[in-house]
């Protein structure tokens, strides 16, 4: 079923998505807002077998800040990457800067 075009969802592709009972099902797919990361700090050209989670390792330093390369980038899912496309580095941001307190 097609999307009112009066819709607020209207113009959002449509999917097509096994419900539980394993029937066809079409879901709008919905937009997700990028928060805005600053200029990135640098670029990088994914190679065949990386992952969001080696890179973000490589370029991050910890792979568990795959998240801020899906969001400093278009991608939404970390399975779209793929082989040729250059993603931005993004800087640091305040859930991923390091911070020391000096105590002597």
Request: glycine share 12%; proline share 12%; charged share 20%.
């Amino acid at each position: 079923m097609p999307v009112d075009p009066t819709s607020r969802f209207s113009g959002l592709p449509l999917l097509q998505v096994q419900g539980p009972d394993g029937t066809p099902r079409h879901v709008v797919s919905l937009r997700i807002p990028r928060p805005d990361l600053g200029p990135p700090v640098g670029r990088h050209v994914v190679h065949e077998g990386e992952g969001v989670d080696l890179l973000a390792r490589r370029l991050l330093g910890d792979e568990g800040l795959w998240w801020r390369l899906l969001d400093a980038n278009p991608v939404i899912h970390p399975f779209d990457i793929e082989a040729g496309q250059i993603l931005e580095i993004p800087g640091p941001g305040a859930a991923t800067a390091v911070t020391r307190a000096r105590t002597f």
